[in-house]
């Protein structure tokens, strides 16, 4: 059984920046390709984001140019680096194989106000 540890949220002050971790265990996680999904309240959860297992990257339109993904397989870990933060990027992150395939975890909460 998978599980996912997502970290690195907080309360930020739009045009700041943060880190996300997603640290997966029990699984060949190098196989897979990886995303990081948002849920803001009263929305649906969307996926912002995604790293193939080369390396290849995808972005939603509303986080091109501020977020960046990355991923280390020696670490079965994957990495969401978010700057020019706005607070409409304020939500719940997940993270999760793309298309999804694994329970969630927990989320990590991102607030971003002044």
């Known amino acids: 059984q998978v599980q996912l540890v997502e970290s690195g949220g907080g309360l930020v002050q739009p045009g700041g920046s943060l880190r996300l971790s997603c640290a997966a265990s029990?699984?060949?996680?190098?196989?897979?390709?990886m995303g990081w999904y948002r849920q803001a309240p009263g929305k649906q959860r969307e996926l912002v984001t995604s790293i193939t297992r080369g390396g290849n990257t995808y972005y939603a339109d509303s986080v091109k140019g501020r977020f960046t993904i990355s991923r280390d397989n020696a670490k079965n870990t994957v990495y969401l680096h978010m700057n020019s933060l706005k607070p409409e990027d304020t939500a719940v992150y997940y993270c999760?194989?793309?298309?999804?395939?694994?329970?969630w975890g927990q989320g990590t909460q991102v607030t971003v106000s002044s």
């Open positions: 999760n194989t793309d298309p999804r395939e694994w329970s």
């Open positions: 029990g699984s060949i996680f190098s196989i897979y390709n």
